[in-house]
C-alpha cells in the first residue's frame, strides 16, 4: 500500500511542476528520443526525478550534458541517486531499444506531448515515456478502470459483464491489467461490447504475460491497445506489477474493483487511485466471503463507494444521459458456422462442460474447439467459466 505521506510528496512536487512547466508539446526527434530512453535507463532516477531534472535542464539531453555538481544543487537530488547517470551505457542501451520501437512500430508518448494520456499527466510519478501498441484513442473519452482477484468467482465474473453491459451506452474505455481473472473478464466483455479497452502490461511490449492470453492480443489491438512503460529489456519481477498499477489508476476517472482478498494488487490500485484523487468503487460482498474482504474493507474505511448496481457509476461520476452515445441494439440472431452450431447445440443440451469433454463429445480436435470457442465468446454466445468450463449465455 501507499506509505504514509506520499500525498503530501504528490501535491508537493506538483505545485513545483506548475512553476516550472516550460515544456513545448513538440514531437520529439530520434536522437532526442535516445536521450529520454537513456535517462529513463538509469535505476536510480524515477519518474519524479527524471521531470525535476528535465524541468531544470529544459530536456533529457540536457540533463545528461549538465555538470554532476549542478545537478546536485536540486533539492532532493544527491550523489547516490545520480551516481551512474552519466555511463555511457545507457546511451548505448537506449539506442538498441530504440531499434526495437522502430521495428515493431511502437508509439512513444512523452510526457509533454499533447498526445499522452491527459489524466496521466496529472499524475506527479506518471512515467516520462509511455510505449503503446494498437489503435487507442483517447480523445473526448470516459475512461474507467476495472480490477479485482486473479481468482475470480462465477459471481465476480457476472457482475463484471454486467457492469460493462450496463455501461457500454456511455461508450467507456475499459482499462485493466490483461491479468489472470478480473482484468481479462472485463477486457473480453469490452470487446463484446464493442468498447475500447487498454491492457496495461508490466512488461516489455516484445512479451505477453500470462502467455495463455497470447490469443487475446489481436482483439485487444483492434479494440484499444497496450501500454507499458516497460523496455523490451525489462526482466520480468513481482515489484513491475504494483509499478504497473499507477497507469491503470492514472488513465481512468474511476477505478472499480470487483472482487478482493484482504490483500492484493487490485487494492494498490485503488490506493493510488485516492492518492491521485480519482473516485474509486468497490462491489460489496458477504462477510463470510474471502474474495470480498479487500472490497468491505475499501467500503468500511470510506475509501471507495458502494457499488450495489451499475447505475452508481455515471451517477458518481456525472456521466449525462442525455450526451450518451446511442446504444446499439443487440443482434436478437447471431450467424454461427457448423462447427459453432454442433458446439453451441451440446451445450445448450448438456449444460456447462469442460473444454476436453466438449472436444471428445463434438468430435473435433482440442486446439480447434478452443479456437472456436473464443470466436463464440467474442460473439456473445458463450461465456467462460473457472476450470476451462464453458456454458451458453
Known amino acids: 500500500m501507499l506509505i504514509k505521506g506520499r500525498r503530501k510528496e504528490l501535491l508537493t512536487l506538483r505545485k513545483f511542476f506548475i512553476l516550472r512547466s516550460e515544456f513545448q508539446n513538440v514531437r520529439m526527434t530520434d536522437q532526442e528520443l535516445i536521450y529520454v530512453l537513456a535517462l529513463q535507463n538509469v535505476s536510480k532516477i524515477g519518474d519524479i ?13 540536457a540533463v545528461l550534458k549538465e555538470k554532476k555538481q549542478n545537478l546536485m544543487k536540486l533539492d532532493g537530488v544527491g550523489s547516490i541517486i545520480i551516481s551512474d547517470l552519466f555511463e555511457k551505457r545507457h546511451l ?48 473526448e473519452q470516459r475512461i474507467i478502470s476495472i480490477v479485482g482477484a486473479r481468482k475470480i468467482t462465477t459471481h465476480g465474473i457476472a457482475v463484471c459483464e454486467k457492469l460493462v453491459e450496463a455501461l457500454s451506452p456511455f461508450n467507456p474505455i475499459i482499462v485493466s491489467g490483461f491479468a489472470y481473472g478480473t482484468d481479462i473478464t472485463a477486457q473480453k466483455a469490452a470487446m463484446k461490447h464493442n468498447l475500447q479497452t487498454i491492457g496495461c502490461l508490466a512488461h516489455g511490449l516484445n512479451q505477453i504475460y500470462p502467455k495463455v492470453h497470447k490469443k487475446y492480443v489481436a482483439d485487444v489491438e483492434k479494440h484499444g491497445g497496450f501500454f507499458t512503460d516497460f523496455w523490451s529489456s525489462a526482466t520480468f519481477d513481482r515489484n513491475n506489477f504494483l509499478k504497473r498499477n ?17 490483500k492484493g494488487g487490485s487494492l494498490v490500485t485503488a490506493d493510488i487511485a485516492n492518492s491521485y484523487n480519482r473516485e474509486v468503487f468497490a462491489v460489496p460482498g458477504r462477510i463470510t466471503d474471502s474474495q470480498s474482504a479487500g472490497c468491505n474493507n475499501l467500503i468500511k474505511y470510506q475509501k471507495a463507494h458502494l457499488l450495489s448496481k451499475p447505475e452508481d457509476v ?33 451445450l445448450k443440451d448438456n449444460g456447462k462442460e469442460q473444454l ?22 467474442l460473439k456473445g454466445v458463450i461465456r467462460p467459466l473457472p476450470g476451462k468450463q464453458f456454458e451458453i449465455v
Not at 526525478?49 to 539531453?61: N, P, Q
Not at 499507477?246 to 484482504?262: D, Q, Y
Open 49 to 61: 526525478t527524471a521531470k525535476k531534472l528535465i524541468a531544470h535542464c529544459g530536456s533529457a539531453e
Open 92 to 139: 548505448l542501451e537506449a539506442e538498441e531499444e530504440l531499434k526495437f520501437i522502430k521495428e515493431n512500430n511502437i508509439v512513444c508518448q512523452y510526457f509533454t506531448d499533447d498526445s499522452y494520456p491527459e489524466r496521466l499527466k496529472h499524475c506527479i510519478d506518471g512515467p516520462i515515456l509511455l510505449f503503446q501498441s494498437g489503435n487507442i484513442n483517447l480523445k
Open 246 to 262: 499507477r497507469i491503470i489508476a492514472g488513465l481512468s476517472e474511476a477505478t472499480i474493483v470487483i472482487e478482493s482478498a484482504e
Open 314 to 346: 455515471p451517477y458518481i461520476l456525472n456521466w449525462n444521459i442525455e450526451t450518451q452515445t446511442k446504444p446499439v441494439q443487440k443482434k436478437l440472431f447471431v450467424e454461427l458456422d457448423t462447427h459453432e452450431k454442433v458446439i453451441y447445440n451440446f
Open 356 to 377: 476436453d469433454v466438449i472436444a471428445l463429445r463434438c468430435d473435433m480436435p482440442t486446439f480447434r474447439v478452443a479456437t472456436i470457442l473464443l470466436n463464440m465468446e
